[in-house]
């Protein structure tokens, strides 16, 4: 009996074994896989084609929005600028090439590109660029390029900045909506879409004011890096003599008129690529997908990195927004880590609902009563609301083309009697118990007394406004008031008037937080974890198994842009706090 269990567990030992083996085997085949996978072909041209959502955080994108682009993973304008500097030292990438598809983008976006393709080009990787048509934003990115090309039949829309605004208040009349508005704040121009048919006096200076700030540096931006006549090249803007291919070739915007493939068949010429094998390129999104990226530094003690972008909303603890719901637990245990010894804030946020945002402000507060540091760090929008979560930081720095400020407050409360009443012929009566019962319904009107209520309500929450700027910039009430009442400033407007503390980058706050906090050891923690959309996911695996495009991804431009304005709209209606934030998104 002895011999039999003897012989019996070495025969359960062998099959184990065996087993283990086999599993081994097949482990290092699929790591093997991976890793081919995983490799970038030698002698790749990174591609970039960025006429897609381009967030902070990559992956944190507003899953009304990333619908329309979820074929791609959305990769984060930080981490974009960290693979464009990787691929510097990546001996299988031998160039760039930026292919245009009329992008439009935020300008602080731009610029914090055009600054790692400027390192790049500067490491003798040369920069191609082609359009079939170039928007402003294609050719802010494609000025620093070695060779641009435009198609035959192509054009550069070069036209200028503006600022458009829709004027909902004629519809909503139309409709029977009278829309009650309250604001506080002359240059508040968020409030005036649903109470006037165009813009105020104050709202058009106020936008005049920080596009010609915006433009003046993108004319001269233009002008460095293609070596012309600022002064003519804005001329040149202003009377559409660039448009034409033939144009901006003679005035040196372009190099090339050529046809796609031909532009190809230059790139395999200039790389000396035999002319039966394919253009080797490699996208930014499969880049990223391939790459690690290391974060830097080491040891226990950590900086945090929040990214706090999007429309600030009440209740939503969806991606690519801002909530009471999602960043104040968020905040708080990071606070309660010991490890986490300083705290970047980087706000790319238009603003949105009051009441989530004092939440934030508070969670600050209570970082600088533990003393921990906190810095904030401006992306393309650090308005209104998106000002209010981060005033109260101890050092905050602005892109120079931030859109800051915008302090000030308004309320919408819609009244639907007409339309109920007059032309659906739906009534209400009620029955009450006390006064104010069945107030602030937007089936009965305002009276007098409700009127006054609301009016009161915004002017508090202002002046509340005013005192948590005044204290976090440690400025009189009616210091603030002079720069606040709604208007919006550039970063370095902002700077001048005391609104932030330096003109720098995301890694400039990161510095400055490693400083305050006595660090020279450090890792960096990025906030917050993306969580995925299941159902988006599963889309992307349907569709790429059927190789079939998303509908949704097939939107042009204006149907995005329309797409945008509906829901921003939506949110807006939705909302039942007062609200902090721009009427506009600038795009270029």
């Given at each position: 009996?002895?011999?039999?269990?003897?012989?019996?567990?070495?025969?359960?030992?062998?099959?184990?074994?065996?087993?283990?083996?086999?599993?081994?085997?097949?482990?290092?085949?699929?790591?093997?896989?991976?890793?081919?996978k995983?490799?970038?072909?030698?002698?790749?041209?990174?591609?970039?084609?960025?006429?897609?959502?381009?967030?902070?955080?990559?992956?944190?994108?507003?899953?009304?929005?990333?619908?329309?682009?979820?074929?791609k993973t959305?990769?984060?304008?930080?981490?974009?600028?960290?693979?464009?500097?990787?691929?510097?030292?990546?001996?299988?990438?031998q160039?760039?090439?930026?292919?245009?598809?009329?992008?439009?983008?935020?300008?602080?976006?731009?610029?914090?590109?055009?600054?790692?393709l400027?390192?790049?080009?500067?490491?003798?990787k040369?920069?191609?660029m082609?359009?079939?048509?170039?928007?402003?934003?294609?050719?802010?990115?494609?000025?620093?390029?070695?060779?641009?090309?435009?198609n035959?039949?192509?054009?550069?829309?070069?036209?200028?900045?503006?600022?458009?605004?829709?004027?909902?208040?004629?519809m909503?009349?139309?409709?029977g909506?009278?829309m009650?508005?309250f604001?506080?704040?002359?240059?508040?121009?968020?409030?005036?879409?649903?109470?006037?048919?165009k813009?105020?006096?104050?709202?058009?200076?106020?936008?005049?004011?920080?596009?010609?700030?915006?433009?003046?540096?993108f004319?001269?931006?233009?002008?460095?890096?293609?070596?012309?006549?600022?002064?003519?090249?804005?001329?040149?803007?202003t009377?559409?003599?660039?448009?034409?291919?033939?144009d901006?070739?003679?005035n040196?915007?372009?190099d090339?008129?050529?046809?796609?493939?031909?532009f190809?068949?230059?790139?395999?010429d200039?790389?000396?690529?035999?002319?039966?094998?394919?253009?080797?390129?490699?996208?930014?999104a499969?880049?990223?997908?391939?790459?690690?990226?290391?974060?830097?530094?080491?040891g226990?003690?950590?900086?945090?990195?929040?990214?706090?972008?999007?429309?600030?909303?009440?209740n939503?603890?969806g991606?690519?927004?801002?909530?009471?719901?999602?960043?104040?637990?968020?905040?708080?245990?990071?606070?309660?880590?010991?490890?986490?010894?300083?705290?970047?804030?980087?706000?790319?946020?238009?603003?949105?609902?009051?009441?989530?945002s004092?939440?934030?402000?508070?969670?600050?507060?209570?970082?600088?009563?533990?003393?921990i540091?906190?810095?904030?760090?401006?992306?393309?929008?650090?308005?209104?609301?998106?000002?209010?979560?981060?005033?109260?930081?101890?050092?905050?720095?602005?892109?120079?083309?931030?859109?800051?400020g915008?302090?000030g407050?308004?309320?919408?409360?819609p009244?639907?009697?007409?339309?109920?009443?007059?032309?659906?012929?739906?009534?209400?009566?009620?029955?009450?118990?006390?006064?104010?019962?069945?107030?602030?319904?937007?089936?009965?009107?305002?009276?007098?007394?409700?009127?006054?209520?609301?009016?009161?309500?915004?002017?508090?929450?202002?002046?509340?406004?005013?005192?948590?700027?005044?204290?976090?910039?440690?400025?009189?009430?009616?210091?603030?008031?002079?720069?606040?009442?709604?208007r919006?400033?550039?970063?370095?407007?902002?700077?001048?008037?005391?609104?932030?503390?330096?003109?720098g980058?995301?890694?400039?706050?990161?510095?400055?937080?490693?400083?305050?906090?006595?660090?020279?050891?450090?890792?960096?923690?990025?906030?917050?974890?993306?969580?995925?959309?299941?159902?988006?996911?599963?889309?992307?695996?349907?569709m790429?198994?059927?190789?079939?495009?998303?509908?949704?991804?097939?939107?042009?431009?204006i149907?995005?842009?329309?797409?945008?304005?509906?829901?921003?709209?939506?949110t807006m209606?939705?909302?039942?706090?007062?609200?902090?934030?721009?009427?506009?998104?600038?795009?270029i």
């Amino acid at each position: 009996m002895k011999q039999f269990f003897k012989f019996f567990t070495a025969s359960c030992l062998g099959t184990l074994a065996a087993l283990g083996l086999i599993a081994g085997v097949f482990a290092l085949i699929g790591m093997s896989n991976v890793a081919s996978k995983n490799k970038v072909a030698k002698g790749s041209l990174l591609t970039l084609d960025l006429n897609r959502v381009i967030p902070e955080k990559s992956k944190n994108v507003d899953s009304n929005i990333s619908f329309t682009d979820a074929e791609k993973t959305a990769v984060g304008i930080h981490d974009i600028k960290a693979l464009i500097k990787h691929a510097i030292n990546d001996e299988n990438i031998q160039g760039l090439v930026i292919y245009s598809s009329g992008m439009t983008a935020e300008l602080s976006d731009c610029y914090n590109l055009l600054t790692s393709l400027k390192e790049f080009k500067a490491s003798d990787k040369p920069i191609y660029m082609y359009g079939d048509f170039l928007s402003q934003a294609d050719y802010m990115l494609g000025s620093i390029a070695d060779t641009v090309a435009v198609n035959i039949n192509g054009y550069l829309d070069i036209r200028g900045f503006k600022a458009m605004y829709p004027f909902y208040k004629d519809m909503l009349d139309k409709l029977g909506i009278e829309m009650n508005v309250f604001y506080a704040g002359e240059f508040k121009g968020g409030s005036e879409p649903y109470r006037l048919n165009k813009m105020s006096d104050e709202n058009r200076f106020q936008t005049r004011e920080f596009l010609d700030d915006l433009y003046l540096e993108f004319i001269n931006k233009i002008a460095e890096n293609r070596s012309l006549d600022p002064v003519a090249f804005r001329e040149g803007v202003t009377n559409l003599s660039f448009m034409y291919p033939e144009d901006a070739l003679e005035n040196k915007l372009i190099d090339i008129i050529s046809y796609k493939d031909d532009f190809k068949q230059m790139l395999k010429d200039r790389f000396n690529i035999d002319e039966k094998k394919k253009l080797a390129t490699i996208d930014i999104a499969s880049y990223y997908d391939k790459t690690y990226l290391k974060k830097s530094g080491s040891g226990k003690d950590k900086i945090a990195v929040v990214y706090a972008e999007g429309e600030i909303q009440f209740n939503n603890e969806g991606n690519g927004v801002i909530s009471e719901v999602k960043y104040v637990p968020l905040l708080n245990k990071i606070r309660k880590d010991k490890n986490v010894k300083a705290v970047v804030l980087r706000v790319n946020s238009p603003g949105g609902n009051s009441y989530s945002s004092e939440q934030i402000w508070e969670c600050i507060e209570d970082f600088k009563e533990d003393n921990i540091p906190v810095i904030a760090s401006y992306g393309n929008y650090a308005a209104s609301g998106g000002y209010y979560i981060s005033c109260n930081a101890q050092t905050i720095v602005s892109e120079p083309n931030t859109l800051t400020g915008s302090i000030g407050v308004f309320s919408l409360f819609p009244n639907v009697t007409e339309l109920f009443e007059e032309k659906l012929g739906i009534h209400f009566d009620t029955v009450k118990t006390s006064k104010y019962a069945v107030s602030f319904s937007p089936y009965f009107e305002l009276r007098d007394d409700e009127e006054a209520i609301m009016i009161e309500s915004t002017k508090r929450l202002y002046k509340q406004f005013l005192q948590r700027v005044a204290k976090g910039r440690n400025m009189d009430v009616d210091q603030v008031d002079k720069i606040a009442r709604g208007r919006v400033w550039t970063g370095k407007q902002a700077l001048e008037n005391g609104l932030v503390d330096k003109i720098g980058t995301l890694e400039d706050a990161i510095e400055i937080a490693a400083s305050l906090a006595g660090l020279e050891n450090y890792r960096l923690v990025e906030y917050p974890k993306i969580k995925e959309n299941q159902f988006v996911k599963f889309v992307q695996q349907v569709m790429s198994s059927q190789d079939v495009s998303m509908p949704m991804s097939n939107l042009g431009t204006i149907e995005k842009e329309w797409l945008s304005k509906y829901l921003k709209l939506r949110t807006m209606m939705e909302n039942k706090q007062p609200q902090m934030s721009l009427p506009f998104e600038l795009k270029i």
